[in-house]
């Protein structure tokens, strides 16, 4: 462990511990000179500020909160590696937490961000998220919290999204287009924002632009879900000409039932997707899909933080534009 401290530096260099602190800040009252001794010492003698230190004295933890319901999903990969090379970037650190979907891991999380003194946190809510007490208490303690993805539906929070109708009917008419009349359309928990956003859109549009066409909806929480739910749409005597998938995690549930049932696409089946793109690639033909980047949503995300540690106006929400990627599967 690196014991070096301001005071060892000062005792080398025959200086006060003031001087030092001011040089290594790059404080104009120090000469140049003598600044470039205390950095060059400092290097050498692999000098590291007490983070924890530096907190107490600033109230400024450079610490951010990021709360995911899973890691492991390449959506949330994508958020929290376009975030964390964003806070890298700018002196920041990350302490990410997993909910599980669960409130009650959500609510330990969130007094974990806080007793950590966190300076600010982004948050993707659960599916049973009601009561958002546990996050007026970051607001308590000058906390400022950016929702992303899945969001709350109160008004006068900062939230980033993706352009959830828009993607959703982007979808609508490439399958208008390609001439698909019976459609299998599935979508996550009915009780987030972002399952009856894209669900209204996907369906306005068709009722609009595709008279012809039938919806069979169906929602899965998970992939295991949206395969059994796939089996069963491709089971009925008049089958699906065409999937549709609100997301990545359902689309892998939806392939793993086309292929039990050795089904060919685009010949027998059409397949589209909303996605961040990573999933579609993993199938041949590849799977056309609607893009929503993480990775984008991250940056939006982290500029918005960036604007409410500074003190700038905010309480808005953003949104990241989709656009439609062509495969082969429609």
């Known amino acids: ?112 961000f806080r007793q950590n003194r966190v300076t600010g946190l982004f948050a993707c809510i659960t599916a049973d998220t009601k009561d958002l007490r546990h996050y007026n208490k970051m607001k308590e303690l000058d906390i400022p919290v950016v929702f992303f993805d899945k969001v709350p539906e109160e008004k006068g929070l900062n939230k980033v999204c993706l352009a959830d109708e828009r993607a959703a009917g982007m979808a609508a008419e490439a399958i208008t287009q390609a001439k698909k009349t019976r459609i299998l359309a599935l979508f996550g928990d009915p009780k987030l924002s972002i399952t009856q956003k894209r669900r209204d859109a996907f369906e306005r549009y068709i009722h609009k632009h595709n008279k012809e066409a039938t919806i069979d909806m169906a929602f899965a929480k998970n992939s295991a879900e949206a395969e059994t739910d796939t089996y069963k749409g491709l089971e009925k005597t008049k089958k699906p000409d065409v999937i549709f998938c609100m997301s990545d995690e359902l689309l892998i549930g939806a392939m793993k039932a086309i292929r039990q049932k050795q089904i060919i696409i685009p010949r027998e089946l059409g397949v589209i997707s909303i996605s961040n793109g990573f999933i579609p690639s993993l199938y041949y033909p590849e799977i056309t899909y609607v893009e929503t980047s993480g990775y984008k949503l991250g940056k939006l995300a982290f500029t918005q933080l960036m604007a409410c540690l500074s003190g700038q106006p905010s309480l808005q929400e953003l949104f990241v534009e989709s656009n439609l990627v062509e495969g082969g599967s429609l």
């Not at 990969?77 to 009650?104: H, K, T």
């Open 1 to 112: 462990m690196n014991n070096t401290t301001l005071k060892k530096i000062a005792e080398t260099m025959g200086c006060s511990i003031s001087t030092v602190s001011r040089a290594l800040k790059h404080h104009p009252d120090i000469s140049i000179k003598t600044r470039e001794k205390v950095l060059e010492l400092a290097a050498a003698l692999d000098y590291e500020p007490n983070a924890f230190a530096v907190h107490l004295r600033t109230k400024h933890s450079k610490l951010i909160g990021l709360l995911v319901p899973a890691i492991s999903n390449h959506f949330y990969e994508s958020f929290i590696s376009s975030v964390e090379e964003e806070s890298r970037r700018n002196g920041y650190s990350l302490m990410i937490l997993q909910s599980a979907d669960d409130p009650d891991i959500e609510s330990d999380n969130l007094r974990l």
